[in-house]
């Protein structure tokens, strides 16, 4: 048997529409909202309680917690092996387009094609994290799982599957856009991705330019080799103020260390803090090791 080629599988999970092959599958679909209803094939019901989101390309029941993606849907309805879910998704994307290359930019010496890039990938990172059930268990454990957080932060997930989505390797666009990345640093020498295996968290001024971008395996310490950061960053400063916005709308302002905790309704630590901070009452938010954000002051 073949071994599965993880950006192949990824690739596979974007691209099978769910609600296509659950038509298929014969199941009733009734639109609510942005959703479908059907069914749970996994647990007796009357009423649907299962969500399928064409969007995300992920299912959810509300009555017994299953959720996963096309591919989870596929194994577990079916009751096939991984491989044969593999090939099954296989030949159903021969009938469907692959998924466009990221188009190219002129230059990331300018700051509009540095941004443009510094989008686009972080786009594709947002869509990966709606498609990997790993990923999602991460933001459940967090306190992370809301998909208005998610979207207003622009969360993402780095699962090596960047590559596959440049254009080939032996073309001009393909070695431009592969040294851009580098450029950027979200590959390495090697070309790697840098933020692989990371939950993705871009630091957005008020502007909406990318200030910087922070990644955090989403596995314990004891999962890598000894060594590997757990916390990452592009190179360069560590700067900017992580949801800037939210000190123009409130007078209170909690600062805290982490983004993660940010994006739970904090702030992280940054640069712009002694201007604003004279003008705001600061409460700490002291439950992680947030001293360190506080002697940056
Ligand atoms: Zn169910």
């Known amino acids: 048997m073949p071994r599965i080629n993880e950006a192949e599988l990824q690739h596979l999970k974007q691209a099978v529409s769910l609600v296509a092959l659950a038509q298929q599958q014969g199941r009733v679909l009734i639109k609510q909202g942005k959703e ?10 009357k009423t649907p309680s299962m969500a399928l989101s064409p969007e995300k390309n992920l299912y959810h029941c509300f009555g017994c917690g299953e959720s996963g993606s096309v591919l989870d849907w596929l194994i ?5 092996s991984l491989h044969k879910a593999y090939q099954r998704l296989c030949a159903e994307v021969g009938q469907v387009p692959q998924l466009a290359p990221l188009p190219p930019v002129a230059s990331v010496e300018e700051p509009a094609g540095r941004q443009a890039l510094l989008q686009q990938v972080l786009a594709l990172y947002q869509q990966t994290l709606f498609s990997s059930t790993e990923a999602q268990h991460y933001l459940q454990q967090r306190g992370l ?12 997930f780095a699962n090596r599957t960047l590559g596959y989505r440049l254009p080939a390797r032996k073309t001009r666009e393909g070695v431009k856009m592969r040294q851009q990345l580098q450029q950027l640093g979200l590959t390495r020498g090697s070309g790697h991705e840098h933020f692989t295996g990371s939950l993705v968290i871009p630091v957005v001024g008020a502007n909406g330019e990318i ?3 922070y990644g955090r395996k989403i596995y314990p310490a004891e999962n890598y080799r000894p060594g590997t950061p757990l916390h990452l960053y592009l190179s360069g400063r560590h700067q900017g103020v992580f ?3 939210a000190l123009l709308q409130h007078k209170t302002v909690v600062l805290c260390e982490s983004l993660i905790v940010g994006c739970r309704g904090a702030l ?3 640069s712009l803090w002694r201007q604003w901070c004279h003008r705001r009452s600061l409460a700490l938010f002291c439950r992680q090791r947030c001293q360190a954000g506080v002697d940056r002051l």
Not at 76 to 80: A, F
Not at 145 to 156: P, T
């Open 36 to 45: 479908l209803m059907t069914l749970c094939p996994f647990h007796d019901e």
């Open 76 to 80: 577990k309805t079916e009751k096939i």
């Open 145 to 156: 799982a809301d998909a208005e957080l998610v979207a207003h932060f622009q969360l993402g």
């Open 211 to 213: 200030g910087q971008i």
């Open 243 to 245: 949801n800037e916005v």
């Open 268 to 270: 992280c630590h940054g």
